[in-house]
């Protein structure tokens, strides 16, 4: 079993105290791993303008960093900021680590008045054309190169990795954090197996097995969409359905919880969009997983989310207060995220929840599969 | 030596030892009660009145001399006609348990003369080829228990039926709903469909105590479980029934029954659950359906619109053909448009290597609701034998093949591919059936299976029975003569049907539990399985478990 955090807040925090939270529930994983997001970036040395796309990775040796940053100037990035993280190498387990990156980028001209569809795609296939540069010699680990989204993946303890980079000296902080330990080494340890996992902004992480992940990792193949690619971990599948709702179906948020765990023919009958939900069970009946899951993820826009499979065997809590939310697998992840809040008000969402953190951050929204759907075009 | 005039020898003459079943008489337990002779199908069997001599040699008098004795006995046929068929109701009648047939261990010499009047072998029943097929050989082997709990067949709430039914992209199901298009129709059905038998391959009994079974599998267990009426029509008395909807239409190349079933439209009470158009049976690929003479009974030919007593051969391909486009897509509209578009409709093609040609065209078609591709090891009411064993194709790797061709395209959701042929063979239908939806098909039909289990055909890979196509079914399944099929009571068959589907059921809970799925089918879930064979592992794409 893996362990997972997410704190998101008002004010920008550091990604030790979400590591803090990893450790308080160290029992629940073995250090195969730890993967970081971070959302509503500061850095301590550069005023960062939240437009510029980051670029997050790790190149292995010299010469793939070399060529990292020759593709990027050649493909027309202009770089405006790289983080130089302070290390401790002696910390990181794995030795071929030249480089570990976040260079802040201003995208090539010819997209300044382009629509943040054409920008996002750009990124995307940018993105993969980094992640192709890679060879058995010179290894390059791209993560993430999007508006104001850090990625950190790497083997090891999470609080020990975290040493390594520094993460506690207030170089990054960020608004959202999520962090989860252990890779999938269901499927063997590989950086990209790590989660979270990423796709142009939408990120997604996740506890336990997805025994559909074949079906539907050969279904989202088959429909050639860029980027969905990798599938190292069963758990990457998660990300590419909540892009898939979201980008590709354009349907809103709550509609992820019916395309993953559609509710029952019994319980659709009491539906009030019982005809739509039926054809949408149908239509996307390939994309039902089969958990125990508990997903959590975060929107470009700071949502956060917190779904659960329809078995419901994997634990999660959300609690907070007003501007500053955790969710964990455990309660005393929560606590150490977030100890100044009111337990009792602390949610354990049920087989037909999704958990809502809207980018106000001021109320948590529970919203259950048996509520109407806000889909006025469709319904 | 005896003089070749005292015996009669001809080239047909065969001895009892060279024929497939040989009839173990116990004489002394006998006691010529003729039930084994009265019920025996072929008439195999025969009192007889035979003398015996016994030497007297009384050395003392120095007398020769013969006594003779006279007594009754059994004996079997040796002429080829009246060949035993192993069904064994002479067995099953016999007060004293004294008399059974057993395998011949010779040479099956019948075969050499199965020709006669120049007329090749037809039979009913299967390819007969005994042992372990190839999905009895798959096992599930992606256990979820330490890396997750494994589910708990018995208390988890599980998934177990399938869809029947063209489905659209996500993305061409919400532009339809946003502007009102027509959105195909859909059934939600068990996996398991009970093939195709027509009304007059199965005698009337039996054809209604499945559709009992049928309609209390989906009326009182819940388990929307459905079956297809095969070439030859339905009663009419089901068209106008609620029953409909458990029930696949199949038009096949000789429209036997579709007046019938076209003058009822305006009255049915509801929709069919699909129309099936044959193209191909596996059992017999290429070959059009058949129903013989002997079982065109005047309820058959009123059902049909034929004349009584004559054979029923339906046409190898549809009349209509001139290009798959031609057949295939024009047909399936046109159905469709007969039931207002409101039924799948769907074809049905035997196993080949050219099946995902049709496939590929049925992608291109809205109208299509799915393929059903039926194998090698299919059964049938009737077919020339050297059909039955020596043309076809074998289901796994066909099915597999449509699969991934569709999986390369993204499509594998929107046409649900059905196979059939030999699942349930060895009496692993459970087994069967979910290795071949892992392999990648969305349900399976049933039909040997379910006359064996449901109505205790005696047929089995051994060529015992497979006399179907005659009439003389001693069962009563597949006979349309009332002395016959009066030995069946639909009831009963239909008592059979709920327990196979009850059972089938749990049986996919149990497989589905320690594999960790129970939200749907594991439909192309080709990481589950394995098989002990390297080569038919790489050919399907699977695990090689040793």
């Known amino acids: 079993m893996c362990r997972l955090a997410l704190k998101t807040a008002n004010e920008p925090f550091s990604p030790y105290e979400v590591l803090s939270a990893m450790e308080a529930m160290k029992e629940g994983y073995d250090g195969s791993g730890l993967g970081l997001l971070l959302r509503g970036i500061e850095f301590e040395d550069f005023k960062y303008n939240p437009r510029f796309p980051i670029l997050s990775g790790i190149a292995h040796t010299e010469k793939a960093w ?29 030795e071929d680590r030249f480089r570990y990156f976040l260079r802040a980028y201003r995208m090539p001209p010819k997209f300044r008045d382009m629509s943040d569809e054409e920008r996002e795609d750009e990124l995307l296939h940018a993105r993969l054309a980094l992640r192709k540069l890679a060879t058995e010699e ?65 990120s997604t992480m996740t506890n336990g097995e997805n025994t559909a992940f074949i079906p539907i990792k050969d279904w989202l193949v088959g429909k050639n969409i860029p980027g969905y690619i990798g599938y190292q971990s069963d758990s990457e599948v998660f990300t590419h359905i909540l892009h898939y709702t979201l980008k590709k179906l354009k349907l809103p948020l709550q509609a992820y919880k019916h395309i993953m765990t559609p509710l029952s023919k019994a319980e659709l009958a009491h539906h009030p969009q019982k005809e739509f939900l039926t054809g949408l069970r149908e239509v996307c009946k390939r994309l039902i997983i089969d958990g125990p899951n508990a997903v959590i993820g975060t929107l470009p826009d700071e949502t956060c989310l917190l779904v659960m499979d329809q078995k419901k065997l994997r634990p999660a809590t959300v609690g907070g207060r007003e501007g500053a939310w955790a969710i964990a697998s455990e309660i005393c992840g929560v606590d150490a995220m977030i100890p100044d809040r009111d337990p009792s008000f602390d949610f354990q969402p049920m087989r037909e929840h999704t958990v809502i953190i809207p980018p106000d951050r001021k109320e948590l929204e529970i919203w259950s599969q048996h509520d109407p759907l806000p889909l006025p075009q469709a319904a | ?63 020769r001399g013969n006594d003779y004795k006279t007594f009754t006995g059994l004996r079997q046929a040796t002429d080829p006609a009246k060949s035993c068929i192993g069904c064994g109701m002479c067995s099953m009648v016999c007060p004293n348990d004294a008399i059974g047939p057993v395998p011949g261990t010779g040479e099956n010499r019948t075969v050499f003369f199965d ?42 709430e599980f998934t177990t039926t399938t869809t029947l039914g063209r489905i659209l992209s996500p993305e061409d199901f919400l532009e339809r709903t946003i502007n009102g298009g027509w959105i195909p129709p859909t059934r939600e059905i068990f996996p398991f469909i009970i093939g195709s038998m027509s009304f007059g391959a199965l005698s009337p009994n039996m054809w209604l105590g499945l559709l009992q079974g049928v309609a209390y599998c989906n009326e009182v267990l819940g388990i929307p479980v459905v079956m297809c009426t095969g070439e030859g029509g339905c009663p009419p008395w089901v068209l106008r029934s609620p029953y409909l909807k458990y029930i696949i239409l199949q038009i096949a190349s000789g429209y036997f029954g579709w007046d019938e079933i076209i003058r009822a439209i305006p009255e049915m009470q509801c929709d069919p659950a699909a129309i099936e158009i044959k193209y191909g049976q596996g059992a017999k690929p290429g070959d059009g359906g058949l129903l013989m003479w002997f079982k065109v009974s005047k309820l058959i030919a009123r059902l049909r619109g034929v004349p009584e007593g004559v054979d029923l051969p339906s046409p190898p391909v549809h009349q209509t053909l001139y290009s798959i486009e031609e057949s295939v897509m024009k047909m399936i509209q046109t159905l469709s448009t007969a039931f207002t578009h409101k039924v799948p409709v769907y074809p049905k093609i035997s196993a080949s290597t050219s099946a995902k040609s049709v496939l590929n065209n049925l992608v291109r078609n809205p109208y299509a609701a799915g393929l059903l ?14 059909s039955m064993d020596a043309t076809g194709h074998p289901i796994a790797s066909c099915i597999r093949d449509c699969y991934l061709d569709l999986a390369a395209q993204g499509k594998q959701n929107e046409i649900p591919i059905f196979a059939a042929g030999g699942i349930g063979k060895n009496g692993n239908v459970a087994q069967n059936g979910m290795a071949l939806m892992m392999l990648g098909a969305s349900g399976v039909h049933i039909g040997k299976y379910i006359m064996q289990a449901a109505a205790g055909c005696l047929g089995n890979e051994k060529n015992r029975c497979n006399v179907c196509n005659v009439g003389i079914c001693p069962k009563g399944i597949t006979s349309q003569n009332p002395k016959l099929y009066r030995r069946l009571d639909p009831d009963k068959v239909a008592e059979r049907v709920a327990d196979v589907f009850m059972s089938i059921n749990t049986e996919m809970k149990k497989i589905m539990a320690p594999l960790g799925r129970s939200q749907s089918l594991p439909v192309g879930m080709s990481d589950a399985i394995g098989i002990g064979d390297k080569a038919a592992a790489e050919r399907l794409q699977i695990d090689y478990v040793c």
Request: charged letters at 25%; one cysteine or more; hydrophobic letters at 35%.
């Open chain 1, 66 to 94: 070399q060529r990292v940053k020759d593709y990027m100037e050649h493909r027309d990035y202009e770089l405006k900021y790289d983080h130089r993280f302070a290390m401790k190498p002696e910390l990181i387990e794995a």
């Open chain 1, 138 to 202: 010179d290894n390059i680990t791209v993560f993430s190169l999007y508006p104001d989204v850090v990625m950190i993946k790497e083997v090891g303890w999470p609080l020990q990795i975290g040493d390594a980079l520094c993460l506690h000296d207030g170089q990054v902080k960020s608004r959202v954090c999520m962090a989860q330990g252990r890779q999938n080494t269901n499927y063997g340890i590989n950086l990209y197996a790590c989660h979270p996992f990423f796709i142009q902004g939408i």
């Open chain 2, 1 to 63: 030596m005896v003089s070749a005039r005292s015996a009669s020898v001809t080239p047909g003459s065969l001895a009892p030892s060279d024929f497939p079943w040989i009839i173990e008489h116990k004489e002394e337990r006998c006691t010529l009660c003729g039930q084994c002779t009265a019920v025996c199908p072929k008439g195999a069997i025969h009192l007889a009145h035979m003398r015996k001599r016994i030497p007297q040699l009384e050395v003392f008098s120095k007398k």
């Open chain 2, 115 to 156: 020709n006669r009047k120049g007329e090749p072998l037809k039979r009913g029943g299967r390819r007969n080829v005994s042992g372990p097929t190839l999905l009895d050989r798959i096992v599930f082997n992606r256990i979820s228990m330490l890396t997750d709990p494994a589910l708990d067949a018995g208390r988890h």
């Open chain 2, 373 to 386: 591709i039926d194998g090698i090891d299919g059964g049938t009411g009737a077919a020339y034998n050297v």
